[in-house]
């Protein structure tokens, strides 16, 4: 027969602790409901384009300064939309 009241303590101390989390839990405010939820304000849904073909579109990438004009014009919606969620990277 084993003597040690450890295992026996641990398990009540397990159960209190559950017990009190539980009411913690019970007690916790209720999330904000998703209207308030900013992230999703400027949300786009999916919009099926047409194919393209891929060097006519590189050409036009090419033909208005690259990838880094539309990584500028991201950069100024961003800085102008007033949003404090929007993302600022100074290098």
């Known amino acids: 027969m ?9 398990a ?19 999330p904000a409901p998703v209207e308030a939820v900013a992230p999703f304000d400027r949300f786009q849904p999916w919009r099926d384009t047409p194919v393209a073909d891929w060097r006519e579109t590189n050409e036009r990438v090419h033909a208005v300064g690259g990838w880094r004009t539309y990584l500028r014009e991201a ?17």
């Open 75 to 91: 950069q100024q919606d961003d800085a102008g939309s007033g949003d404090p969620h929007a993302h600022h990277h100074h290098h």
């Open 12 to 30: 009540h101390v397990a159960c209190a602790l559950a017990l009190v989390a539980g009411l913690a839990h019970a007690e916790a405010p209720m």
């Open 2 to 10: 084993n003597t040690n009241p450890t295992p026996r303590r641990l």
